[in-house]
């Protein structure tokens, strides 16, 4: 069975904070993909990067950094400089590779991230 | 840049009434997916749908549940006799399913509330 944990259930950083928002995930499959998404107040689901397990590579977009560690089944997420539009409920997911014939996601139960002007 | 739709965006039913939830996926895409989030809740998978069949589904999509692609176009959840804990933001997401591309690209939802 596929678990993705999100410990922290809320954080409140001051604006031009950086803030990392901790993802743990469990399956017992060799092919995975992770995922985050962020979820704005309006409450929509906006996709922000994939990441296949076979790809350790960091990868930074912008103000956005995540880093994938196997060895510890973490996919972290941090915001540098952090800016009120930045507040938002965010959610690690995981589904297996095409193999296991599922395409569903596991959701963890999100991080309220609220950035204080 | 394409997107996926919903609609209703607000849906006030009462108990034990049906309702049809609707989407219209991104065009090219295969794999059409519910979803459901309780408020103040984690995201839940419900059904996924391929070659118009379902190909799965969870323990909360029982047989109150079903769903469609009646054209080429849309995609229906259908609830045939609401509850009261059916209350939720249900989001219908799509993907293409090419090799090493599976994003799953949600809708802005639609908040069903069951009074």
């Known amino acids: 069975a596929q678990k993705v944990t999100q410990a922290q259930t809320e954080i409140s950083v001051v604006e031009k904070e950086d803030v990392t928002l901790d993802c743990v995930y469990e399956?017992?499959?060799?092919?995975?993909?992770l995922f985050w998404y962020k979820q704005p107040p309006s409450g929509e689901l906006v996709f922000l990067i994939r990441?296949?397990?076979?790809?350790?590579q960091n990868e930074i977009s912008g103000r956005y950094s995540w880093n994938f560690q196997k060895s510890t089944s973490s996919f972290n997420f941090t915001i540098t400089a952090s800016q009120v539009v930045d507040s938002a409920v965010y959610f690690c997911?995981?589904?297996?590779?095409?193999?296991?014939?599922?395409?569903?996601?596991?959701f963890g139960k999100g991080t309220k991230l609220s950035v204080i002007p | 840049e394409p997107e996926v739709t919903q609609t209703p965006s607000h849906q006030v039913t009462q108990m034990g009434q049906e309702v049809i939830l609707r989407c219209v996926p991104i065009?090219?895409?295969?794999?059409f997916y519910w979803y459901r989030q309780i408020l103040g809740q984690k995201v839940e998978f419900l059904v996924s749908?391929?070659?118009?069949?379902?190909?799965?589904k969870s323990e909360i999509f029982d047989d109150q549940f079903s769903v469609e692609r009646p054209d080429g176009s849309n995609f229906t959840l259908k609830i045939r006799s609401t509850k009261l804990e059916d209350s939720a933001m249900y989001f219908c997401?799509?993907?293409?399913?090419?090799?090493?591309?599976?994003?799953?690209?949600f809708g802005p939802g639609t908040r069903l509330t069951v009074t």
């Open positions: 990441r296949n397990s076979f790809d350790e």
């Open positions: 065009s090219n895409h295969l794999y």
């Open positions: 997911a995981l589904h297996q590779g095409s193999g296991a014939g599922s395409y569903q996601l596991t």
């Open positions: 399956t017992r499959d060799t092919t995975y993909y």
């Open positions: 997401a799509s993907s293409d399913g090419d090799r090493g591309n599976f994003e799953q690209y």
């Open positions: 749908f391929y070659n118009n069949e379902i190909s799965e």
